[in-house]
């Protein structure tokens, strides 16, 4: 990977590498995190969870919990005192389950005890008692009219249809294939935890690992019955989100622990709680048919989508509208006809992960292309690369008119013209599948290459208000920069403190910069997700900085220097950026100004298969992202080496397995994140061609490593092996038994 | 900060004697606190923990010179050991290219990895690892972020680097 040495241009701050703040401290183990936080006098909460997917509460026995020395108090659903019913988008989700459960896992109770083991202990000895109830596993089912009801409207979250074009039959050549995607945890590797301790005006403040401190604040205001300026929320160090962390999980039990004891509560989950509690990757089911022409142009995409929701909404409204939106990949297509749902279940509740919708169009749209590729023997980056979208052409699905950064073809031949590795398979049993069981000494061993496109928008879209806050502080210590903005681990902070000297120092030269914590007394910055963060943020404090700018006497500080020109005073520039509004699409045609902008990318992978045992291991994944203008090359890079390796997860090793509703593997001994030892040469390769409706020219760069990394090496596999390979993650036995791994499903036509 | 500000250790278990990064502590553990759990209590916060069943590498140690997962170490076992977290054992060349290669996103991870890069340098000696057997090296170790390569690169880097000055090893 690319390192550039900083270097002072015309631009001296954006598009160069710069040393993190927070790098230094997160080597050396210095930097705290949310569970590193300690506060005198605190007390321990600890979780009572379902271990029922569907069930009714008959009655929850405390007492014996309470005996117990050094437990406090005990939390149910009654002692909620304002909305029992949360959800930052729908509200459907209990803060405590009070009548029935609804998946595995589902908090009940909250016991506080002086210390976390006591708190776990005593969470053992509450006794509830259930009666179970018919529990709804397949999302197919979901919708049946004797299927049980898990919400009062039904077991549909949304359905959406983006129909318009030309009739979908009919073309020269039509393909069809039904593919599945399984369920992925983000397994980020800090466990959700937090510390709420009460304030002096009958407030709370909540220190907390998190994605968004408003979405929280908000939520845990409403569960408490108080007004929301009583809510303090304040960013925990973050170990990874990746989605994960967009919902609530023990905020809100925190902040009630710590009001109603009068004394600072803090909780930490362990793993197997960690992945029972926060949504997960929606299982998908995409059924396609694709039409072209002869020579390979498009003509039709008809898509049937559904999404395994679990048994609350959390981020399926929007889930679903991205996989429906993407459903056609970055392509011309004449017709559009795509139908997606999102339906309740009784598995583990699913939402935001990297991607968000994504991921899961595209291995569908990208696989059904190679059985097109393969129907009309055209090499499978040829046939892309002749559909591709180009600057002004009209996205897909919505219509809207693609500006000038849209890279696609760049992509796509970019990556394609990547070196490849090395023809034959290397011996070193490092290098084999199998690795170093020795399973094999190479005769099974076929190499595969793959290909795959991805696209998805940056920003909320679909109408959603978006806004970000930022306030810059001129001071005689140098300049703060406030932002609400959640540092996860992606950087933003540095590209708060990059934005800020970008902007100021050509007028008041070099100066110290420092960002101030994020909390909610910090403004608004809406979420850590979407591949927003970086678009929002900069334009923010760009405009926060220009504002600071226009406040201050610039012949003065030219003359004598910021130092002496600000003496004592303190100067403050405020900003609220706004992106263009987008606006809900057409019910019927889908239609309409839904997203800001896109971000578009390629993979190519090649893997070595034992097709004898099903062993895969992947040797390359090449990438060509279009970033826009890049801010931190060095950061993204780790973004997109990131990524990819989630992609390979998906594809080969990650799934939560959930049977009957109950989770199989919550555990990093059998959920398989991907190691060091699985990971191939990256090669990365960063497409410029600036944004005009961003600041800077950027684009958000998290989430598209995620998108076709997967179906790439879900097709090189699948190049090496002839199997056909409906589903990911791949398993060795599809290899060997030449398997789709899930039966059809009849997918109606309307 | 104390022990009774964390209100977490066990007043009334087996007290243990160890070196924590060469200085002399004294543990209150249960029988079932694990060394990770103890450490943290004690307020030695560097060490981060995220499965506690040995499968991440986050909470690595040198346990007597020995790399452990300290999730899996019973601490009333670590009676007079030598325990050398991240906080000793974080030199600065690895530092150094640890951001020089971008190693460190969320840094959940890194801890554990400073100290598995240490002892994949010492174990390898003089012998210049390959970037396959730096990958087998590191492979005990979680990191959900970067995609290790950064972590791999520079972890290669600094052993040439040493070798190349004539130490294989460093403190």
Same mark, same amino acid.
């Given at each position: 990977?690319?390192v550039t ?8 701050s954006i ?21 590193d936080a ?5 007390l321990f909460g600890?979780t ?10 008959v ?6 919990a ?7 108090t ?5 002692d909620v005192?304002?909305?029992r ?9 209990p803060v405590?389950a ?8 589902e908090?009940?109770?909250f016991?506080?005890?002086t210390s976390?083991r006591?708190?776990?202990r005593?969470?053992d000895?509450v ?9 709804l ?5 979901a919708?049946d009219p004797?299927a049980?009801l898990?919400?009062?409207d039904g077991?549909l979250?949304r ?12 073309a ?7 593919w ?6 983000q397994?980020?590797?800090?466990p ?26 908000v ?5 408490l ?11 925990g160090?973050v170990?990874g989100?990746?989605?994960?962390r ?23 989950f362990r ?12 299982p998908?089911?995409?059924a396609?048919r694709?039409?072209a ?14 999404l395994d929701?679990?048994a609350?909404?959390?981020t ?5 509208g ?17 139908v997606g ?8 509740v ?10 899961q169009a ?9 059985l ?5 023997d055209i090499?499978?980056?040829?046939l892309r ?5 180009r600057?002004g ?8 008119i693609v500006?000038?950064?849209a ?7 970019r990556c ?8 034959s ?7 084999r ?5 020795l399973?094999t ?43 609400a ?6 950087g933003i902070?540095a ?5 800020a000297?970008?902007?100021l ?18 403004g608004y ?15 923010a404090?760009?405009?926060a ?7 201050l006497?610039?012949a003065?500080v030219s ?8 003496t ?5 520039g405020?900003?609220?950026?706004r992106?263009r509004?987008t ?14 902008a ?5 993979h190519?992978a ?16 090449a990438?060509?992202?279009?970033v826009?203008?890049?801010v931190?090359?060095r ?10 390796a989630?992609?390979?997860?998906l ?12 989770a ?10 991907p190691t060091?030892?699985?990971?191939p ?9 600036a944004?005009?409706?961003a600041?800077y ?10 998108l076709s ?7 090189a596999?699948?190049?090496?092996s002839g199997?056909?390979l409906?589903r ?6 599809d ?7 899930s039966?059809?499903?009849?997918v109606?036509?309307? | 900060m104390?022990?009774a ?12 004697a160890?070196?924590v990064?060469?200085?002399q ?5 249960a029988?079932?606190t694990?060394? %990770?759990? /103890?450490?943290?209590? =004690?307020?030695? +916060?560097?060490?981060?923990? $995220?499965?506690?069943q &040995?499968? !991440?590498?986050?909470?690595?140690v040198?346990?007597?010179?020995r ?13 007079s ?7 000793? %054992?974080? /030199?600065?060349?690895? =530092?150094?290219? +640890?951001?020089?290669h971008g $190693?460190?996103?969320? &840094?959940f !991870? ?10 994949a340098?010492r174990?390898a000696g003089d012998r ?6 730096m ?6 170790? %979680?990191?959900r972020?970067?995609g290790?390569?950064? +972590?791999v690169?520079?972890a290669?880097e ?14």
């Open positions: 990977m690319s040495a900083p270097t002072r241009s015309a631009s001296p598009g160069v590498d710069h040393e993190r703040p927070d790098v230094r401290a997160k080597i050396s183990g210095e930097f705290e995190f949310s569970n300690v506060a005198p006098g605190m600890a009572v969870r379902s271990p029922h997917p569907h069930a009714r509460i009655a929850i026995d405390t007492r014996a309470l005996a117990m020395e050094g437990v406090v005990i939390l149910t659903a009654d005192p304002g909305d019913i949360i959800g930052h988008i729908t509200a459907d989700q405590f009070f009548d029935r459960v609804r998946y595995e896992g908090p009940i109770a016991v506080i005890a976390q006591l708190a776990w005593a969470a000895a006794t509830v008692e259930y009666s179970p109830l018919p529990v596993t397949d999302p197919e089912a919708l004797d049980p898990l919400h009062p077991n979250v359905r959406l249809v983006i129909d318009h074009g030309s009739e979908c039959h009919g020269e050549v039509e393909v069809s294939g039904t599945w995607t399984g369920r992925q945890d397994a980020f590797l800090g959700e935890s937090g510390l709420a301790r009460p304030d002096p005006d009958g407030g709370v403040t909540v220190l907390i690992a998190t994605q968004d401190l408003h979405l929280d604040q939520q845990i205001a409403a569960a019955g108080i007004d929301t300026s009583l809510v303090r929320v304040v960013c160090g170990g989100a990746f989605g994960g967009e919902d609530v999980t023990c905020q809100i039990h925190l902040a009630l622990a710590a009001l109603l004891t009068g004394r600072p509560v803090k909780t930490t793993r197997r709680e960690s992945f029972l509690a926060h949504p997960k990757r929606h998908a089911r995409l396609y694709i039409g022409d002869r020579d390979g142009t498009l003509r039709y995409v008809w898509a049937r989508i559904r929701g679990g609350y909404a959390s399926s409204m929007p889930v679903i991205v996989a429906a939106y993407f459903a056609a990949g970055p392509y011309r297509f004449d017709g559009v006809d795509i749902e999102s339906v309740y279940t009784n598995n583990p699913s939402g935001a992960m990297r991607g968000f919708g994504a991921v595209c291995f569908g749209i990208e696989s059904t292309l190679d097109l590729a393969a129907e009309l090499d499978p980056v040829e690369r002749r559909n591709a979208l600057p052409d009209r996205f897909p699905t919505s219509g809207q500006g000038p950064s890279p696609v073809i760049e992509v796509i031949e394609a013209a990547l070196p490849l590795p090395e023809p398979p290397q011996l070193h049993p490092y290098a599948p199998g690795g170093t069981g399973t000494l190479g005769e099974g061993v076929r190499r595969g290459v793959g290909f795959a496109v991805g696209v998805k928008h940056m920003l909320y879209g679909e109408g959603t208000p978006e806004w970000c806050d930022a306030t810059v502080r001129l001071s005689s210590g140098g300049v703060e920069v406030l932002s903005a959640v540092e996860v681990g992606q902070t590209v708060l403190e990059s934005v000297r970008e902007e120092e050509p007028a008041l030269g070099e100066i110290p910069i420092r960002v101030g914590p994020a909390s909610t007394a910090a910055a809406g979420s850590s997700s979407a591949s927003r963060q970086t678009w929002m943020s900069a334009g404090v760009r405009a900085c220009r504002d600071l700018l226009a406040k006497d610039l003065v003359d004598v220097g910021w130092e002496q020109a600000v004592d005073q303190v100067i403050a405020e900003a609220t950026y992106p509004a606006e809900a699409g057409d019910p019927t045609t889908g239609r309409g100004d839904v997203h800001v896109w971000m578009f990318v390629a190519r090649v893997v070595d298969v034992d097709v004898e045992l099903g062993t895969v291991k992947v040797v390359q994944i990438t060509s992202q279009d826009g203008r890049a931190h090359p950061e993204i890079h780790g973004q997109i080496l990131g990524g990819i989630q992609g390979l997860g594809a080969l090793n990650e799934e939560l397995r959930v049977h009957d509703g109950i199989l593997n919550p555990s990093f001994t059998d959920y398989l994140v060091a030892a699985d990971m040469e990256m090669l990365v390769d960063l497409v410029e061609v944004e005009p409706e600041p020219g950027l684009k958000g760069v998290g989430e598209p490593p995620s990394s997967t179906p790439a090496i879900a097709a596999i699948r190049a090496a199997a056909p409906r990911v993650p791949i398993h060795p036995d290899i060997v038994t030449m398997t789709a791994t039966d059809p499903v009849e109606p036509e309307t | 104390s022990t500000d964390r209100s977490d250790a066990d007043a009334d278990g087996t007290a243990v160890l070196t990064d060469g200085d502590v004294e543990l209150s553990v029988p079932e694990s060394l %990770l759990r /103890a450490l943290r209590d =004690a307020g030695h +916060l560097a060490t981060t923990g $995220a499965c506690e &040995g499968e !991440c590498g986050s909470c690595s040198l346990l007597d010179g790399m452990v997962c300290s999730c899996l170490v019973p601490a009333v076992t670590c009676a050991a030598e325990v050398r977290t991240v906080t000793s %054992l974080c /030199a600065p060349d690895v =530092a150094d290219a +640890l951001v020089a $190693a460190v996103q969320c &840094g !991870c890194t801890p554990g990895f400073v100290v598995a890069i240490e002892t340098l174990t210049v690892l390959s970037t396959d057997e990958h087998e090296h590191l492979a005990g170790n %979680l990191c972020c970067t290790y390569a950064g +972590l690169t520079a290669l600094v052993q040439r680097a040493r070798l190349a000055a004539g130490a294989g090893r460093s403190t």
